[in-house]
T-cell receptor, first 112, second 111 residues
Framework: DTGVSQNPRHKITKRGQNVTFRCDPI?????LYWYRQTLGQGPEFLTY????????KSRLLSDRFSAERPKGSFSTLEIQRTEQGDSAMYLC??????????FGPGTRLTVL | GQQLNQSPQSMFIQEGEDVSMNCTSS?????WLWYKQDPGEGPVLLIA?????ELTSNGRLTAQFGITRKDSFLNISASIPSDVGIYFC???????????FGKGTKLSVKP
């Protein structure tokens, strides 16, 4: 068990550019979640996959955001036409079938 | 909507002191989780509680699932400098297993 990994750990981009983040969950976990965390706040739910199916999206997930989990293993989160308000820590978590979620180290996005 | 209220917002204590923090809600939950987050890192699970009234320990940490199912408490005994960080409570949201989080309690420990 190597834990949840995320890449890159940090991303600086200019407004209007597209960015993509990757999450590799714990191998036997079929559920994968994306969260966003801004300064002084707890993580906020963005979207959820069970295996390769995206089952839920938060209203925080605007049309510029898209997430995939093509083979039910790793997942990617893409943000198109980034805005300064997208600057945040993007966290991935995975779990098997309980409420106990294990988080990755996050990707810190800074939009200039 | 569902909301978790954590208190205190921050604590500044002396090394060796005991720490207490809590998390309350107007909603009932069947699970309470406590996480610790260091700067620039993801939250790390400390303790999971699944039953009302349950008291669970993890080393110097002890957490309790409130009997009303609307609150939870975390205690840290004999604090050490590496206890510094932000402690979050979390509980399952209305969606399929997503978690909702409190705003965190920031702990600072003076050596």
């Amino acid at each position: 068990d190597t834990g949840v990994s995320q890449n890159p750990r940090h991303k600086i981009t200019k407004r209007g550019q597209n960015v993509t983040f990757r999450c590799d969950p714990i191998s036997e976990h079929n559920r994968l979640y994306w969260y966003r965390q801004t300064l002084g706040q707890g993580p906020e739910f963005l979207t959820y996959f069970q295996n390769e199916a995206q089952l839920e999206k938060s209203r925080l997930l605007s049309d510029r955001f898209s997430a995939e989990r093509p083979k039910g293993s790793f997942s990617t989160l893409e943000i198109q036409r980034t805005e300064q308000g997208d600057s945040a820590m993007y966290l991935c978590a995975s779990t098997s079938s309980t409420d106990t979620q294990y988080f990755g180290p996050g990707t810190r996005l800074t939009v200039l | 909507g569902q909301q978790l209220n954590q208190s205190p917002q921050s604590m500044f204590i002396q090394e060796g002191e005991d720490v207490s923090m809590n998390c309350t809600s107007s909603s009932i939950f069947n699970t309470w989780l406590w996480y610790k987050q260091d700067p620039g890192e993801g939250p790390v699970l400390l303790i999971a509680l699944y039953k009302a009234g349950e008291l669970t320990s993890n080393g110097r940490l002890t957490a309790q699932f409130g009997i009303t199912r609307k609150d939870s408490f975390l205690n840290i005994s004999a604090s050490i400098p590496s206890d510094v960080g932000i402690y979050f409570c979390a509980a399952p949201g209305r969606s399929q297993g997503n978690l909702i989080f409190g705003k965190g309690t920031k702990l600072s420990v003076k050596p």
